[in-house]
């Protein structure tokens, strides 16, 4: 019987004359990876061409570069819109630090953000794991709420932009949490594609990946709790992506404090690997199916972030994800998992 999940990939290679090694003729490999999901492609090349770049945090806290920040101190009541009281009745919701308010700038029609620290700028070393649960809590809350208010938009999100690298306008830690009916072509791709294998094989394919990959033993990263690691097959980032899958919990409605607690231990270890390995800044998306249907489960994704370098800042897209729509990662999957699954051997 054909396997269920193939990891096809196409090892190729680029000769030219090398000024390098006096117009010697050389072969350059790079490979092709096909995502078993989607079957979208991924290129993998100039490996070790692209490295993470220090950030010095403290020029942030620095009046000139701060500027104002919307989030600081009294400003975070004061400046930040209220919810109708039909959906939130005190207008926004709070735990700990944390205090989720509507965008300002709404990406759909329930669009908030959770303001997660007190603190204007906060390292990764200093996020603490109520920081983190307060912060998803409130925001888990808030999207439950919402399919409660109005069934009618069926996706939740979760999203973050940690650091200027990443996008992120604010350096003053915060997530984005909304539902919607159009939640972005990777995650319908993901939900189309996740539907038409269970009808094919009725069997979940996150699982299914999750069991294949704990057997090849060569991407999976390792458990914490209900939450399984690993690292994709095809990465979206430049410096490579991680995932977390919890399988059999298919929507927000199921999304306990057990489940935000174990996130929140898989995700401080790899806060653990980034602070060793110089990455200041990553975007971070949880996605939650459907009510009912059990073929797509919850799972996140977190890929690094830098520039090119500190002299001009280039970012680390360009054309290729950007106008191609084609990830491109300098880093090897495997070679990835091999570095960050030390963390998860040293969790307890
Ligand atoms: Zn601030």
Excluded at 17 to 34: H, N
Excluded at 167 to 175: A, I, K, S
Aim: aromatic share 14%; glycine share 6%; charged share 20%.
């Amino acid at each position: 019987m054909p396997a269920k999940i193939n990891f096809e990939k196409m090892q190729l290679a680029s000769q030219f004359l090398d000024p390098r090694q006096d117009f010697k003729s050389i072969s350059t490999e790079f490979q092709v990876r096909i995502d078993p999901l989607t079957g979208r492609t991924g290129h993998f090349s100039h490996f070790g061409a692209i490295k993470p770049q220090k950030l010095d945090l403290a020029k942030y806290n620095d009046p000139e570069i701060k500027g104002f920040c919307p989030f600081c101190g009294e400003f975070k009541t004061k400046v930040t819109p209220k919810f109708l009281p039909e959906l939130i009745p005190k207008g926004r919701l709070s735990q700990g630090e944390a205090l989720l308010v509507p965008n300002i700038q709404p990406y759909d029609i329930y669009s908030s953000v959770a303001i997660m620290t007190n603190e204007h700028v906060v390292p990764l070393e200093e996020f603490t794991d109520k920081i983190l649960f307060d912060s998803f809590s409130v925001g888990v809350k808030f999207l439950q709420r919402v399919k409660a208010f109005d069934p009618s938009l069926p996706y939740a999100i979760m999203t973050w932009n940690y650091m200027p690298p990443s996008g992120g306008g604010l350096v003053h830690p915060h997530q984005q949490y909304f539902t919607s009916a159009t939640p972005g072509n990777q995650y319908t791709d993901e939900f189309n594609a996740s539907q038409a294998f269970y009808n094919t094989y009725q069997a979940d394919f996150w699982s299914e990946l999750i069991a294949s990959e704990q057997v090849n033993n060569e991407r999976y990263l390792g458990q914490v709790g209900s939450g399984h690691w690993l690292v994709p097959f095809v990465s979206s980032g430049v410096l490579g992506e991680v995932m977390c899958i919890f399988p059999n919990v298919f929507c927000i409605e199921e999304f306990t404090d057990a489940n935000i607690t174990d996130l929140v231990k898989g995700l401080q270890l790899i806060f653990r690997y980034f602070l060793d390995n110089d990455i200041y800044s990553f975007n971070a998306s949880l996605f939650w199916g459907v009510k009912g249907q059990k073929f797509f489960p919850a799972h996140l994704r977190i890929i690094p972030r830098t520039s090119l370098n500190t002299r001009d800042f280039a970012p680390d897209s360009n054309f290729f994800q950007l106008l191609l729509g084609e990830p491109l990662c300098v880093v090897m999957p495997e070679d990835l998992c091999k570095d960050v699954k030390k963390y998860f051997e040293q969790k307890s």
